[in-house]
């Protein structure tokens, strides 16, 4: 009995996989749906902004994009500085530096998209 072929050799280095660019987005959207890009752009604009009106602070400060993410929003205070501490490693004193207030904003999968990615 001859032996089976041997398999190819697996590829060494695969180029890593580029992120899509928002022009190559936008011109996939259109031709799925079927309009052109300047639309399509419209409607990306239109989303950016009603989610930044939802998560604003007269907004409820959370949108949840559905079958995609929960965009969240948390105001984080402010740290004053000025304390004296030691480094846990070279048992050196150094004084902390001052933080200011800042909003954080998170997105996280929904359940949806996490059973996708299964």
Known sequence: MAKAAAKPAAKKAAAPKKAMTKSAFVSHLATKAGINKTQVNAVLDEIIEVIKGEVSAKGPGKFVFPNLCRVTVTRKD???????KINRLT???YVTKPKPAYNQVKLRPVKALKDALK
């Open 78 to 84: 402010a740290v004053k500085g000025g304390e004296t």
């Open 91 to 93: 048992q050196q004193p």
